[in-house]
DNA sequence: GTACATTTGTTCGTATGTATA
DNA sequence: GTATACATACGAACAAATGTA
């Protein structure tokens, strides 16, 4: 399903291997500002990690101020 | 009030004895097709785990085809 | 016709424990 | 010892639909 396969066994965390990709997304104009992107168990599904992984990749776009959260509702793309 | 105590320091988790328990119900005859099973908040009430926990027996019973859940309505014993 | 309670659906917040590199 | 990763389990808040009073 997923074009974008996480490994594992490389040097690359998987948090960050995912978080690179939604970085990608939103460069790429795929993900546009206020856009929500894939909730923590989304990730969950798409790419077989844990959800407890999913978090951590979040936090690191949201260290990079791509994105802010809104409890209970959701992640989304930072305007600019 | 329940004779089916739930263990959180053993090896098997909550939720897998939670749909034991309910699966056992539905062998037994005691919950037959098409009969409603505990909602999540009855569940949460007479074994005192969090309504997520039930939420995940569910998921489990309805991954077994034990049963089938009706938004807004509830979750049902499978036919035959 | 309206208001309320019930019930499942969704999502993030947080913590703990285990295993591995 | 630290970082990574998974699984489990608690909780909170809100949405949406259904059924009932």
Redesign the pocket.
Known sequence: MSQRPVR?DGPV????QIADYIEADIKAGRLRPHDRIP????MHAEW??????A??AVNLLRERDLVY?V?????FVSPQ
Do not use: D, H
């Open positions: 594992t965390p998987v948090y960050v909730t923590e168990n989304a077989g990690v844990a959800r407890t992984t978090r951590r959260t409890p209970q509702r959701g992640t």
